[in-house]
């Protein structure tokens, strides 16, 4: 019973294409984030969505759109996909009341070819 | 200045030793510090909290040093099914973690 998962696991396409990334939680967790690591490995955060208000990195382009439905789901789009995107992205959840940690997703791995 | 700042290693040590890694942090308002650890192509998982008096979690140390601004992990007796990436993580206020790069630990038979 997976508590975050995310679809799909292994992306592979074109530049200049429109991706999508999903991510669900059944944790309860009131926080969900979206981090993405590069080839050297460092785990960079890209967005936090916290009860309808959303934190934006600001050195994401604005080609990154995460949406969000609902508390359990936070979904990240990509337009015009380049070269650099290619990186694992993870999804994560916590709960906001407590800097535990974070439960992470098993990762998506985008190859923008 | 990274804001969190690790050895990337690797560190490659025998089965038995004891092993110790170190991260720095920029931040002098950060609030609460984990240990995470990442094996290859798998997500990272919390592998325990840092206190400032310490702590310890069977064959894992944690120290943390606010003064200097450092965190350390001590391994003793290494296992096979240590190696894996081990990651400093620090959580400033806003409720996200800030990552370092990671310190690889290979333990070899």
């Known amino acids: 019973d997976t508590a ?110 | 200045r990274k804001e969190v700042e690790q050895d990337p290693g690797p560190f490659n040590v025998p089965e038995g030793a004891t092993v110790a890694f170190n991260c720095t942090y920029s931040n002098s308002a950060s609030q609460s510090f984990f240990w995470y650890r990442q094996d290859c192509r798998k997500e990272p998982k919390l592998l325990m909290s840092v206190y400032s008096s310490g702590n310890e979690d069977g064959r894992f140390t944690a120290q943390l040093n606010r003064a200097s601004q450092y965190i350390s992990l001590l391994i003793r007796d290494s296992k096979l099914s240590d190696s894996a990436t081990y990651l400093c993580v620090v959580y400033n206020a806003g409720n996200m973690l800030t990552f370092g790069g990671g310190t690889r630990l290979m333990v070899k038979p």
């Not at chain 1, 959840?93 to 098993?106: C, E, I, M």
């Open chain 1, 4 to 113: 975050v998962s995310q679809t799909p696991k292994y992306l592979v396409t074109q530049m200049g294409n429109d991706k999508s990334i999903k991510c669900e939680q059944n944790l309860g967790h009131d926080t969900m984030y979206w981090y993405k690591q590069d080839s050297k490995k460092f785990l960079k955060i890209m967005f936090s969505y916290n009860n309808k208000e959303l934190i934006i990195n600001e050195t994401v382009p604005n080609r990154f759109s995460p949406k969000s439905p609902d508390k359990a789901h936070l979904n990240l789009h990509i337009n015009s996909l380049e070269l650099g995107d290619s990186a694992v992205y993870f999804c994560a959840s916590s709960q906001d009341t407590t800097p535990r940690g974070y439960t992470f997703g098993s990762g998506t791995r985008l190859t923008v070819v």
